[in-house]
């Protein structure tokens, strides 16, 4: 009796530890349908559609026909411009998930491959330069957090629904020759006088710094803001010019390969930059609609700085940094 008491107890057992495997499965199935079915918080947008872009670019997006508030080009002493872009050949995503009770966090990885696109372009006749055009692979990674907690919910059987509470920034890159310290962006006026705070992030503490999923930062369709990012480089530092700056710094912007956009940040000490090589890059960017039938929308943005070996040196490495943080734009 005792022997077959413990088998009894055995298969009991397993049987419990089945169905407690099999609900953690479901609920991670779950969630991770909530993460694809999010608007903000994959990775779309952050390459470029075909093989180089111009460094500033949108398109996609809903505009209201206003002129940006600088050049749309970038030309150098030597008489040319550069055209660069990425091309994603394979994403890999995991996500491994801590769920305690009511409220489950999921840590979230990608694992980014891709090629990296660079065209010179002489300015006075438009060709291109192929001693100075090159592609070159890279791989790059990307983390996050991500909050789920659950909600009442009568119409649900189970009583409740499981929803995204909060994102954390997504950081990452490759390399370690250059890191982000700080962004901010600014209310701008049309006469470019710098305005209110609207939102800033520091590298201090930042991974683990969750974004409410209903408040985040909102910026008013149209309107003008100053990005200022601010960076490191520990070198050493290919320069390009007499300003000594060793890196470039982007935002980039959208929500997929098809509505996406592109700004160029400048640290030379010109238009809205106060301070020439202080290692705070400055631009002007004025925000995109919703899209057509919408008051307000979620993005996704992408700021990142690159080190300038890895743009004009074909085997000088691959080394950039991304801060990923979503974004929602409403109508005034």
């Known amino acids: ?14 049987m419990f530890i089945g169905c407690v495997d099999d609900s953690t499965v479901d609920t991670e199935s779950l969630l991770i349908a909530l993460l694809d079915d999010d608007d903000v918080a994959g990775v779309d947008g952050f390459e470029t559609d ?16 206003v002129g940006r508030i600088m050049t749309d ?38 694992v980014i ?13 438009h060709t291109q330069i192929d ?8 791989t790059s990674s990307l983390v996050r957090k991500v909050r789920f907690v659950q909600y009442e919910n ?44 609207i939102y800033s992030f520091a590298a201090n503490g930042i991974g683990d710094l969750f974004i409410d999923r209903d408040a985040l930062p909102t910026l008013t369709a149209f309107s003008p803001y100053q990005v200022e990012v601010t960076v490191e480089n520990a070198g050493p530092e290919l320069t390009m010019d007499s300003s000594d700056v060793g890196e470039w710094v982007f935002k980039n912007y959208g929500r997929s390969r098809n509505m996406r956009g592109r700004k160029f940040l400048n640290d030379k000490g010109v238009v809205l930059d106060a301070v020439m090589n202080d290692n705070t890059h400055t631009g002007g960017w004025r925000a ?18 690159v080190d300038l070996a890895t743009i004009f040196v074909e085997d000088g490495g691959y080394n950039t940094v991304v801060w990923s943080i979503p974004y929602r734009v409403a109508r005034p």
Not at 296 to 303: T, V
């Open 1 to 14: 009796m005792k022997k077959l008491l413990f088998i009894i107890t055995s298969i009991t057992l397993f």
């Open 50 to 65: 075909g093989d180089d872009a111009e460094l500033n670019h949108e398109f996609g997006l809903e505009t209201d026909g």
């Open 73 to 110: 080009t970038l030309a150098f002493g030597e008489g040319y411009r550069i055209r660069y872009g990425r091309h994603i050949t394979d994403r890999n995503r995991t996500v491994e998930f801590d769920i305690n009770g009511d409220t489950a966090i999921g840590l979230v990885t990608y």
């Open 113 to 125: 491959t891709g090629e990296l696109f660079v065209k010179a372009f002489d300015t006075t006749d």
């Open 131 to 138: 001693s100075i055009s090159f592609s070159k692979e890279f």
């Open 154 to 197: 009568d119409s649900n059987p189970d009583g409740y629904v499981w929803k995204v509470n909060a994102l954390s920034p997504m950081v990452g890159g490759s390399g370690d020759k250059v890191s982000i310290s700080s962004l901010a962006v600014y209310a701008l006026s049309d006469s470019l006088e710098q305005g209110d705070l």
């Open 288 to 305: 995109h609609g919703p899209g057509a039938g919408f008051n307000r929308s979620g993005f996704r943005s992408f700021y990142e700085t």
